[in-house]
């Protein structure tokens, strides 16, 4: 039987997900070369969001977890991204699904490049299932903010439409990745990438939205 994360299972017993104030999102460490660093600001400043409008009693301290650590199991929700090569080991790979059929979530930012390398390392975690478009009536877009339109344009990379895709387990989405968005530039200090006001409010709603749906449990 798959591990149940510890602080989610308290939250399930206690009934309240915004109350704790002793839980914390973490910024996943990967192996490859790919600059997993990437965006030092980015998580602290949703949690500050995520705090400050929607009541939530997140630690303020982001700390780093490797893919295959036990550590893992202790935060809800872990951030990944970066510019180039993911590598996850086998052994990796099993603890990362363990993770996320425990109760984890996974959310990718793409910052340009990653795409290639992320795909087949997903894959090595759950062969059986499929990355899927989300349509714009998934329940990700409608928490507490609303984007009828599924993602926000914050970075325009190949000048694409923004995407995003879910890995869904036992109908709990457990992964959600952003491509040719950006959500973690938009969500750095405004003097790092120069975006507008405008462009960081909605990545960092969108981010609450992802937060909101991670705890949520919501599914396909």
Known sequence: ??????????????????????????????????????????????????????????????????????????????????????????????????YLIGGGFLHISDNYGMDPYIRPMLKRVFPELELLELPFAHPIYHQQFDFPRGLPKIHEHDDKAPQGFGLIWEGRLVVFYDFECDLGDGWEDPDVHGDSEEARQKALRMGANIVRCAFGGAGD
């Open 1 to 98: 039987m798959s591990r149940i994360l510890p602080l989610l299972a308290l939250l399930l017993i206690t009934g309240s997900a915004w109350a704790q104030g002793s839980y914390q999102l973490a910024v996943l460490k990967y192996s490859g070369g790919g600059d997993w660093y990437a965006n030092p600001t980015s998580v602290p400043n949703l949690v500050k969001f995520c705090n400050a409008q929607m009541g939530m009693g997140i630690n303020p301290d982001v700390p780093t977890v490797e893919v295959g650590s036990p550590e893992l199991f202790n935060y809800p929700l872990v951030h990944m991204t970066g510019h180039g090569n993911v590598v996850f080991s086998a052994q990796e790979a099993d603890n990362l699904r363990n």
